[in-house]
């Protein structure tokens, strides 16, 4: 597959972008099907968001089997992964005289580090209370999300990554207690929500979508991208006013 790459680093002085779709940017995806390949129903909740029509399915990888160093890189092998699923999927319909067409399909990832710790999903209820004790105002989480973006007509593969930095205030136990018992935290990355949490979480230095695991700025770049540039030399005229590192 050809790879290309849009990095979009969060930050309060971030590219202003819209996070939902004009009638004319949204009319560029007309004869495409977008899929979104997540099981999470907080991305689900957030590209609803976006009022792009889309369908769900969810890549069928196993994810613990994929490790590398640094951490950091994590996220974007995750998601290529999942996208690579997701184009099988794809494939096996087109095989069977499904009615299968052109898609854009969606794969993405996240990772969440804190005082240089990688903390993915909590493995157990333990885990998942040790993550929340740690958290407080010297300790915030660093949220780490990667998008890869398919266009199954040509082929090719759309990949960035956004971060943004979540700060916290002290997590008291009964706090604790209730996320645990609620359910949520145990299939987050990082083992928080900070939809349930309010009162104890602080500044966010970046954009709260990517604290929640979908990026939809970058997202929406990406979809653009797709759609509209056919090869790197292109994209590379494209650069600066994309305002985006390849």
């Known amino acids: 597959a050809e790879y290309m790459g849009a990095n979009e680093m969060a930050s309060s ?3 202003s972008l819209t996070s939902t779709p004009s009638s004319s940017s949204a009319s560029l995806f007309a004869g495409y099907t977008i899929v979104l390949g997540s099981s999470s129903k907080w991305r689900r909740e957030l590209m609803l968001t976006t009022g792009l029509p889309h369908e769900l399915r969810s890549p069928d990888i196993d994810e613990k089997g994929i490790r590398c160093e640094p951490p950091s890189e994590l996220p974007v092998l995750i998601a290529r992964a999942k996208a690579k699923a997701l184009v099988e999927q794809h494939r096996q319909l087109e095989s069977k005289q499904v009615k299968a ?12 580090t804190c005082c240089g710790s990688l903390r993915e999903k909590p493995k157990d209820e333990a885990e998942c209370r040790q993550f929340l004790r740690s958290y407080g105002p010297q300790a915030p989480a660093e949220c780490l999300d990667a998008i890869v973006v398919v266009n ?8 960035g990554f ?4 979540q700060n916290f205030k002290q997590i008291d136990e009964d706090t604790i207690d209730r996320l645990i018992k609620q359910g949520d935290v145990m299939w987050c990355c990082g ?3 900070r939809e349930l ?3 104890n979480v602080g500044s966010t230095i ?10 939809r700025k970058l997202l929406l ?3 653009t991208m797709a759609v509209t540039i056919d090869g790197c030399r292109k994209w590379q005229r494209c650069r600066s006013c994309m305002q985006y590192m390849f």
Do not use: H, W
């Not at 052109?102 to 990832?109: H, K, M, R, T």
């Not at 199954?152 to 990949?159: A, H, L, P, S, V």
């Not at 970046?206 to 990026?215: A, C, E, N, T």
């Open 13 to 15: 002085n971030s590219q």
């Open 221 to 223: 770049t990406l979809l």
């Open 152 to 159: 199954t007509k040509t082929g090719q593969f759309y990949e």
């Open 191 to 193: 083992g928080f929500v």
């Open 101 to 112: 067409s052109p898609s854009l399909l969606i794969a993405s990832d996240q990772v969440v």
């Open 162 to 165: 956004a971060r943004a930095v």
């Open 197 to 199: 949490m309010t009162a």
């Open 206 to 215: 970046g954009d709260d979508d990517v604290v929640s695991g979908l990026p």
